[in-house]
């Protein structure tokens, strides 16, 4: 795939800048509502335009949704759509989320697919857990 993050900023909508530029200065995932109303002051009133500049972000690869927060976050790591399978660590405690790829999980997944004849359209892994840091600060 040719897909990289180096495309030109300007192809991004006003609200899309909004939108990604609000989940880049994040510390934690953030829910539609939570960007939205980060963004009223920007002109952003209704979810829908969030729901829309986020959609077009999740399907470029600049921003993910994670599925069991139902929330989102900027995409941290430029290669991972080379791979096509992302995985989160999401901490439980701090709600700190690492983005990471591997290439074995995506090799036993398509491997499993292929035998099974099932045609993936979007996988999704997350880790639940506490992040090296949290471990640290309690122990
Ligand atoms: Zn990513
Ligand atoms: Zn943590």
């Not at 921003?63 to 139902?70: D, M, Q, V």
């Not at 995506?106 to 099932?118: P, Q, T």
Request: hydrophobic share 40%.
């Amino acid at each position: 795939m040719t897909h990289s993050h180096e495309e030109p900023a300007e192809a991004l909508t006003r609200n899309q800048g909004l939108v990604l530029g609000t989940l880049t200065g994040a510390d934690a995932p953030l829910s539609a509502y939570d960007i939205l109303d980060r963004l009223r002051e920007d002109g952003l009133r209704a979810p829908l335009q969030v729901y829309r500049a986020l959609d077009k972000l999740v399907e470029r690869g600049l921003a993910h949704r994670l599925e069991s927060l139902n929330a989102f976050v900027a995409c941290a790591d430029a290669h991972c759509h080379r791979t096509g399978v992302i995985a989160f660590a999401i901490c439980e405690s701090c709600g700190r989320v690492d983005e990471f790829a591997d290439d074995v999980v995506r090799e036993r997944l398509a491997g499993w697919a292929g035998e099974n004849g099932f045609k993936p359209s979007r996988t999704t892994i997350e880790l639940r857990g506490t992040c090296k840091q949290c471990l640290a600060r309690a122990a």
